[in-house]
């Protein structure tokens, strides 16, 4: 493949990634808060609620802003795929895979991009490419 043709695949699915979290962390955070957040959560009966709506708030919201710009790409990556899979193992691991029925597809969808971008790297339109040249090159 070449690589316009790779980087642009990569931004593309770097930032619908990054929305899509982004979104759901501003849900958790903002529009629901933390406090409603926290009562789902127990409901579910995810230990620590409180701390666990907090940490999958700022990991969706904050790494999804970071996924956008390119930032910080394989830390973003491997703390969405740790908490995918803590809500695959404690939410949605009995129900199927349709979302509709309580089912892991949207997390696992996640979790896939996730993947795909600590295997891939964010491609050479980001922040994590721009800094990585910058120490390449020799100081004058």
């Given at each position: 493949m070449p690589a316009p043709v790779r980087d642009i695949a990569l931004l593309l699915g770097r930032v619908l990634l990054g929305v899509v979290l982004v979104a759901h962390g501003w849900d958790k955070l903002v529009d629901q808060g933390v406090p409603a957040t926290a009562d789902f959560f127990a409901s579910l009966g995810i230990p620590a609620p409180e701390v666990a709506a907090v940490v999958a708030g700022v990991v969706e919201l904050g790494g999804g802003a970071l996924?956008?710009?390119?930032?910080?790409?394989s830390v973003v990556s491997v703390?969405?795929?740790?908490?995918?899979?803590?809500?695959?193992?404690?939410?949605?691991?009995?129900?199927?895979?349709?979302?509709a029925d309580g089912g892991w597809e949207l997390v696992g969808v996640i979790a896939a991009g996730a993947l795909v971008l600590l295997g891939a790297g964010p491609g050479r339109a980001s922040l994590d490419h721009l800094v990585a040249g910058r120490r390449s090159r020799p100081r004058r």
């Amino acid at each position: 493949m070449p690589a316009p043709v790779r980087d642009i695949a990569l931004l593309l699915g770097r930032v619908l990634l990054g929305v899509v979290l982004v979104a759901h962390g501003w849900d958790k955070l903002v529009d629901q808060g933390v406090p409603a957040t926290a009562d789902f959560f127990a409901s579910l009966g995810i230990p620590a609620p409180e701390v666990a709506a907090v940490v999958a708030g700022v990991v969706e919201l904050g790494g999804g802003a970071l996924l956008v710009l390119g930032a910080a790409t394989s830390v973003v990556s491997v703390l969405v795929v740790v908490q995918m899979a803590v809500a695959f193992w404690l939410v949605h691991l009995g129900n199927g895979v349709f979302v509709a029925d309580g089912g892991w597809e949207l997390v696992g969808v996640i979790a896939a991009g996730a993947l795909v971008l600590l295997g891939a790297g964010p491609g050479r339109a980001s922040l994590d490419h721009l800094v990585a040249g910058r120490r390449s090159r020799p100081r004058r």
